[in-house]
């Protein structure tokens, strides 16, 4: 194990509601959110035209066939997406928003179906990440594309992301302005995304050469955060600017949540990259392959901030044994060791800490001032630090 | 060739206007659409983050790394998008949209984006498909995810989903409510085409087995129909009800749209069936592998409407054949021909036209009555009867 992922929740400084209430707190929320998930995609047959078809299409599917129907698009949509959904993950999505809604004096419980949204999201583009990635593993499973096949698997990965409309639809049955603000806050969200996906699936392995040939990591680590914020913080953001719409929070609060909730996304992902160096347990099994990232040889943040910060000879050898895939395990073992002790790691988790609490610092003064608003600090840090959360 | 395919176009009764007229009047609309389809999606790379990226993003998007964004975004989503875009295609979407917008007073120039948005829409939606029948040819081209790869041709096809989203902020950049109407259409559609997608790539086929054994087509005729309807239909019944929203329609007359442009949708999708059996040809060379679907052992509406149609024994053999692909070259060709024989194939044409004319009987009394009306009649007919258009 390297040391600066060991040392790193040793340097916290612990938030004073404490780690234990902390998690009691996210627990009691999860069962409320696992709840809204099960009734915007509820896992009956019977109720799969109500969960996929827009309003009037599902009551024109009627007569003999409507059975049929609702059979079939249960099993190559409801079934697939809760494959992976039912298998857990963290949900800290959900659970953010609900907290964010509750502070905000929103009504959490109301605004269940679009909280629920936000977390399928997220399980579709996992669905839809594993089949680009063709990574046979998701949350200690088999990936949905191994067990339904790849054209299944794009389709229902695609069609969890409409469940935000019909989540709209739910929430706000009685408010077009409403349901148009947050319907474009999603479709936002889903642009950003895919542009994400498209820097994301190309690489930086282009700036990469130029990093490591002449020393300066600037462009490879740009492009590792436009990368990250546009696939992981976005949805993030439209989640959290929902918040504010549907509170009736003013423009300029609404823009902080968003670029909170864009921070907080980013630095998950920051530190996503991190948690791919060590592999990630749960319940003593590996949820995926361990430093999968170096493995395939794509340019993480870890790797950008080591550029500048390995001697030039070990950067080489490192990267060109990543481009061809000519690392041995060792090799690999090796390399996440060199790429603590550089301080890369630690960079990653400064820079992720760094993002949270400025745009904290521009959020807090707009927020309410109660105790609920700095243990909504607390819960930030508790999902970008990882090792509280889930 | 089979007689009925052949004699369709003779026993049309051929509409007032004139197939050359029909023909001079699209071409000139076509031309119009085109130019909003460069100015949505323009095939410079400079433009790529403002076509792909939220307004949000596009501008935080700045600095060292912009260059290298806009020429990645260009190379991931406009280049895989215009590869097929760029092939042609009928473009008969775009074209009726502009047609309903003129006839209902409204301004189709300025509706350009959203027109052009309809075709991209496809376009996005035929890249998913592609991948998802691993089909290596469209519109005689190589199809995208052959030339891109699965994962950047899955990634770009969904993203073009989303310029309807950019089309909608360019028409109405004033207006939020119209906004949310619009936004609320893309998705209705996106969330039907998917379910209508899902049932598709399951195909129909214990439904045939049952229809095969007793010699009822009901069951396997109505799968067909609603995928159809889903898949085929609800983005066109959106753009057209869209069309309603742009002009200020009253509902009634929104809803006629709706339905009319769900039928001439669903419509065309049946006649693809029929077009598929004997092969689209472009400047004489394929578009794409005739009669794909018997040999992929299908059930699309021609197999469907046969049953009943032909004798017990004979589509048992074709049936068998179809589900183990054992059928050779001169099988398929007998095939063709004995569901033209049997009335199959006329059953098809039959039930598009009389989608049409049914839908339109319910339209036509709501829209102004002008000439201009019916040459949308007329426009309809020549895109589900297909060989007048483009």
Redesign the interface.
């Known amino acids: 194990m390297t040391s600066a992922l060991l040392q790193h929740s040793e340097t916290l400084t612990i938030p004073p509601m404490g780690a234990d209430r902390v998690r009691q707190r996210i627990d009691r929320t999860t069962k409320r959110v696992n709840h809204h998930i099960d009734a915007l995609c509820p896992s009956t047959p019977a109720d799969a035209c109500a969960t996929?078809?827009?309003p009037?299409?599902a009551t024109?599917?009627t007569?003999?066939?409507a059975p049929?129907?609702a059979r079939?698009?249960h099993?190559?949509?409801t079934a697939p997406v809760r494959h992976l959904a039912d298998a857990g993950g963290r949900r800290w999505r959900p659970v953010l928003l609900w907290e964010v809604i509750e502070l905000l004096g929103g009504d959490s419980e109301h605004c269940g179906p679009l909280i629920a949204a936000t977390e399928l999201l997220h399980t579709g583009s996992l669905i839809?990440d594993d089949?680009?990635?063709a990574s046979p593993l998701r949350r200690g499973r088999p990936a949905v594309h191994t067990v339904f096949g790849?054209?299944?698997a794009?389709?229902?990965g695609?069609?969890a992301y409409?469940l935000w409309?019909?989540a709209v639809q739910l929430t706000f049955p009685d408010d077009?302005?409403r349901?148009?603000?947050v319907?474009?806050l999603g479709?936002?969200?889903?642009?950003?995304a895919?542009?994400g996906?498209?820097?994301d699936?190309?690489g930086h392995g282009e700036?990469m050469d130029q990093a490591v040939a002449g020393g300066d990591r600037?462009?490879a680590l740009?492009?590792v955060r436009?990368t990250h914020?546009?696939k992981s913080g976005?949805p993030v953001a439209a989640a959290l600017e929902a918040a504010g719409f549907v509170t009736g929070a003013e423009p300029e609060l609404r823009r902080a949540l968003g670029a909170f909730g864009s921070a907080v996304g980013t630095a998950y992902q920051i530190t996503d990259d991190v948690a791919d160096l060590r592999g990630v347990m749960r319940a003593g099994a590996p949820t995926k392959q361990a430093a999968e990232d170096l493995r395939s040889g794509k340019v993480t943040m870890p790797l950008a901030h080591a550029v500048g910060r390995l001697p030039q000879h070990d950067l080489n050898r490192i990267w060109q044994q990543m481009r061809e895939g000519s690392g041995s395990a060792t090799a690999v073992v090796e390399t996440r060791r060199e790429l603590a002790a550089c301080g890369a790691v630690q960079a990653c988790l400064d820079e992720a800490d760094q993002l949270v609490n400025s745009a904290w610092s521009q959020l807090e003064p707009l927020l309410p001032a109660t105790d609920h608003s700095r243990w909504l600090y607390e819960l930030a840090l508790s999902i970008v630090r990882r090792d509280q959360v889930a």
Not at 187 to 192: E, G, Y
């Open positions: 996929w078809l827009p009037g299409q024109e599917a007569g003999a066939s049929v129907v079939r698009l099993r190559a949509l839809v089949v680009q990635d790849v054209p299944t794009v389709n229902a695609t069609a409409f409309d019909r077009a302005a349901r148009g603000d319907r474009a479709l936002a969200a889903l642009r950003a895919h542009a996906q498209a820097l699936l190309q700036e600037h462009t740009d492009l436009v914020r546009l976005s």
